[in-house]
């Protein structure tokens, strides 16, 4: 019986889907390949919250993983993720570790939340070891 797709439809293993990410085929793959949960919480984002323009989910050393809301759709989110990852690790090597010391005697202190504010938009910046979720609202409406 023939399978769905044939060797020359399917992406290599390590070769990138449609969507950005390993095929889910590989080992790698099924480690860091989202729950379906994620989706859905980026839209009750989205929905519930009206002034919330954009929601976007980084990967600390590579591409996105999700985006949602017109804010972030093409090259603009690139762009966006880009500059977040720049500003993030900068407040990190700046203010953690050069000005907090990073290792004290009670330990390493780490950035744990970044809030951006302009005329027009305002960023919310959650970083993580993995992951960084960040957030674009309008704060005027």
Known sequence: MP???TATDEPSPTEPTSTGLPNASSP???ASTPPPELDLTINRILTSHKTVRGVMICSREGPI???GGSAFEGELGKKYAVGVKKVVDSCKAGLIDDVFG????SGSDELKFLRIRTKRHELMITPD???LLIVLQDPTQ
């Open 3 to 5: 399978s769905q797709g």
């Open 102 to 105: 990073g290792g004290g005697e």
């Open 65 to 67: 993983i999700r985006q």
């Open 28 to 30: 790698a793959a099924a």
């Open 129 to 131: 070891e993995r992951y």
